[in-house]
């Protein structure tokens, strides 16, 4: 079911780990993507004008100018629609930025909606056509880590505005959440999780309550449910094997949890995403 994904850069730099692409609505609004697919890398939109609507995670938003959009490796995503867009489109190997940024990238799909109003665009906008116009590839790659550690700044900027969440919780939901990407399809239980990260079931769920809205348990069972719509689409595999591979024996409970967290079965959601598309 999956299709590989059409290159259309007019920069590369991927032997650096970056690439940037621009889109122009007179000339190719339809470089932009409108299947469902997914990266291995980070990918920051730049709406410099336009507006747009893409879907990420099964979940749809609008774009409007000046927003900035982060896309974390394995979300999946796809532009649906779009009007007079111009935007600047910047892919970015995740071993390629270091810890911090990394960490502010995936933080806006941790707290937030993945897109903000951002200001000072158009100091981006110059840079990027700068880039676009680079001969030399060595400046063009240390002027998109210029780049990347401005919209960074921007993003942490952002997020410190919206959160008045200590920022040792914010850590800790971090390390959280990295440790259950690395152990879900093994251990679902809170408390594997909370001795991990040598505090207490309760002050864990706390945590999580408090950045999330949601008890721990029903963190992991959303983030479990988001895998499985993910492997739904991209793979043809059955309800049962999913569920093995997610780490339940029961095929029936994970359906009925399923079931319960979506609002769909795992079936009736598959067929409903084949005819989306």
């Not at 920069?11 to 291995?40: C, M, P, T, W």
Request: glycine content about 4%.
């Amino acid at each position: 079911m999956e299709e590989e994904i059409q290159h259309l850069s007019v920069l590369r730099l991927s032997q650096f780990g970056y690439e940037l692409r621009k889109i122009k609505s007179e000339f190719n609004s339809a470089s932009l993507i409108r299947y469902v697919h997914r990266d291995d890398y980070f990918m920051i939109g730049l709406i410099v004008q336009g507006e747009a609507t893409c879907t990420v995670d099964f979940k749809d938003y609008k774009l409007e100018t000046d927003s900035l959009i982060v896309v974390s490796p394995g979300q999946v995503h796809k532009f649906i629609s779009e009007s007079g867009v111009d935007a600047f489109i910047l892919l970015v190997d995740p071993k390629s930025v270091n810890n911090r940024v990394r960490q502010i990238f995936d933080s806006v799909s941790l707290w937030s909606a993945p897109f903000f109003k951002v200001k000072g665009v158009y100091d981006l906008e110059i840079l990027f056509d700068l880039i676009m116009r680079q001969q030399n590839v060595v400046i063009g790659k240390n002027l998109i880590k210029t780049s990347i550690d401005i919209i960074a700044e921007k993003i942490s900027h952002q997020l410190r505005d919206s959160q008045t969440i200590s920022k040792r919780r914010r850590e800790l939901m971090y390390k959280f959440r990295n440790i259950l990407h690395a152990s879900i399809t093994e251990e679902h239980r809170p408390e594997y999780y909370a001795g991990k990260l040598n505090i207490s079931t309760l002050h864990l769920n706390e945590i999580v309550h408090s950045l999330t809205g949601v008890n721990v348990s029903q963190y992991i069972a959303n983030e479990i449910m988001l895998m499985a719509k993910r492997e739904l689409y991209y793979t043809e595999e059955s309800i049962g094997q999913i569920a093995l591979r997610l780490g339940f024996d029961d095929s029936a409970y994970f359906t009925h949890l399923f079931t319960e967290t979506v609002g769909l079965s795992p079936s009736e959601f598959r067929e409903n995403l084949m005819h989306s598309n």
